[in-house]
């Protein structure tokens, strides 16, 4: 008997099998110097800069001037020996005042600014997480468009089989075995092995599980497997 259904099963399966060798798009992941930036920047979100450093550095000059200031208030008492005068303690303890004064006037602009500096690590992480955002929607956009159009292309290698093995030699339709010659059954066997391979690949997606196996069955059916 003439293999007249060997034809269209190789082009079927040849379909089926090149759509699911087609490269997908990459799906979107964060690279190590993005993920190495997000760290830096919830670090400084959370910690701000060293504010220790910062009181230290610009406390110094402020407690140098008022030193100096006290110094030069009381070497001027003591040439009046005014040393041990009332006056000459109020003066000397409205200087300190005035250096506390300034101390506490730098501690809080130290404070805003380490805020700032939070507020702005803060801002840039929202930009990227609303760009990511973006670049992950874009790649789902293209993972299920992609999945989509290989079902389509299984769908129609399928649809085109049947149709092929349903208006085929009504003679060899009406047995239930091919009996080709040795070459052509390796080949149709080589075929379905490769189907059963495709298959175990969808084993999560039952729909693309069933699919195939309708293609194995009437695979099979016509081998007389």
Known sequence: MPAWWIQPLVSGVTSLIGSNQQDAPPKYARTD???????????????????????????RPIIDVGQHAKET??????????????ITDE???????????HLSNMAVQISQQNQAYKDKAEDKLHNFYQSEGDKKRGS???QTAFENQQSANQWGAFGSMMSSFAGGNP????SSSFTGDAGQIEQAGAYLQQLRQQQGQYASDSAEFEHIGNLILAVEDQLGI
């Open 140 to 142: 789902d956009q293209q």
């Open 33 to 59: 110097d993005e993920q190495k930036m997000v760290d830096e920047l919830q670090k400084k979100q959370r910690e701000g800069f060293n504010v220790s450093d910062k009181l230290r550095q610009g406390a």
């Open 171 to 174: 003679a060899s339709a009406s």
């Open 73 to 86: 208030s009381l070497g001027r008492a003591v040439g009046r020996g005014m040393e041990h005068s009332i």
């Open 91 to 101: 003066l000397l303890r409205k200087q300190d005042r005035s250096t506390q004064k």
